[in-house]
């Protein structure tokens, strides 16, 4: 096979099984490093190896044979620790167990890797970091450039991560049943901030970004097919598929941002829409309603809506007020006061609205709403004030631009 | 693996001694000292005086320099502490949310060095 053809056949297979392979790795050498610097050895090998002599029957099951023969290697290498010769005389029995047999289908151990890497001991960024890297197969460089920060800050967190691991004895574990909701919780938490990062990058800005949002989506598709007929699972692949129906009509040509009752309907992506409206009910007639399941039941009914004046805001409001009492946040709390005043209470949403000011008062929207409701009261002072706080702390050009034009209105 | 189970609290925080509510905590005590015997994980544990107590002691130049109170002046204070033998972080957090103080103050939990050749 020529190189060139090759190159991209390894990445491609990179991007289908490393996951896979490194959470084998991860299990049989309980090393994040020397897992991942094995791996690597291995695809090296790969490119010079299968240019010679073809594409092996298994390439899942060459790489991780020749990954556990170069972390052989590299303990023989460093010779450290005593301790390390029972390691490797056990990875040479797995090697030769390997070599004896027809390869065996590689276990998949990715639900134990996404579980440690957003495992509560570590920070909140430092799990995505870390999820993005060792699941997704995403470069240092890559999710450094992702969240604007700095290449060496993100290698530096990464490594003080993975050490972190092996020195308190994080353990490489699915948590028992008891365990189960709040450890899903934090799993499906880093997922949706990850959607939620590639959702808020603007037209103009590095494709990586927006593309966090198909990160997203892909990281719940796997969680769904490795933990079937979880419905809060399922309720946030159904949010982030229901939310990304919409991407092509968020900005306009000029790359303003366009907001949900003006974007232009027939541009949603009505395949993604009835994909993401099967998965919610299935989700939903497991009968175990969590915040994830709400939420995308507020998104369907949003993109359910023939024109913005047919939205049910009542049902939407009953939804809000439900997700306040399973997951309450000043957040929702916000997005509550809005349906109030949707429903024409606007008396209860200032109020609603007032209450959050402390809390929110870094947070865009809560400016952008009370502008707007200050708006609709004819409260003009009180209005202009709250859209130039919300276009200072918006990060995002297309955002701006549209605060800026509904400013500009008042 | 061992675990250090540092106990930190605010002055004044929590229960006071002589409340209805202390014996309640000091009960609580008790209850995790049972626990981690029961679970086998208990490798000792301490209360420690008031930090009014505590003496610095650091060698510079040669010079043996003493200083009253503890080394870091931070509003919470070191109160105590377990050393406790655990699976892994998993069990010795679990370990952790039986000391009563976690209410109101934090523990810390530490990972013991393993010094390779020792024991």
Known sequence: MPAPDLERRISQIMREDRGRLLAALIRSLGDFDLAEDALQDATERALIHWTRSGLPTRPDAWLLQVARRAAIDRIRKAKRFKGLANDITRLMEEDEDARSQAPPEIPDDRLRLIFTCCHPALEQKTRIALTLRTIGGLTTKEIARAFLDNDAAMGQRLSRAKAKISAARIPYRVPDRADWDGRLNSVLTVIYLIFNEGWTAGPGEAPIRSGLCNEGIWLARMLCDLAPNDPEIEGLLALMVLSHARARARFDESGALVPLDTQDRTLWDTALIDEGLAILDRAVSRRLPGPFQVQAAIGALHIQAETPEDTDWMQILALYNRLLALAPSPVVRLNRAVALAEIGALTEARSALNALGADLADYQPFHAALAELARRDGDRLVARNAYETAIRLSVNEGEKNWLRAQRDRV | ?119
């Open chain 2, 1 to 119: 693996m061992q675990y250090l189970a540092l106990i930190y609290a605010e002055d004044g925080a929590g229960p006071q001694y002589g409340t209805p509510e202390f014996e309640g905590y000091m009960a609580g005590f008790f209850a995790a000292n049972k626990a981690y015997e029961e679970a086998g994980v208990m490798r000792g544990g301490n209360a420690l005086q008031a930090t009014s107590t505590a003496t610095s002691v650091r060698i510079r130049d040669g010079k043996t320099e003493t200083m009253d109170g503890p080394f870091a002046e931070t509003k919470e204070r070191l109160g105590g502490y377990y050393l406790l033998d655990c699976k892994d972080l998993d069990e010795a957090i679990k370990m952790a949310e039986l000391i009563p103080t976690a209410h109101h103050g934090t523990i810390e939990l530490r990972p013991i060095m393993e010094i390779p050749g020792d024991g």
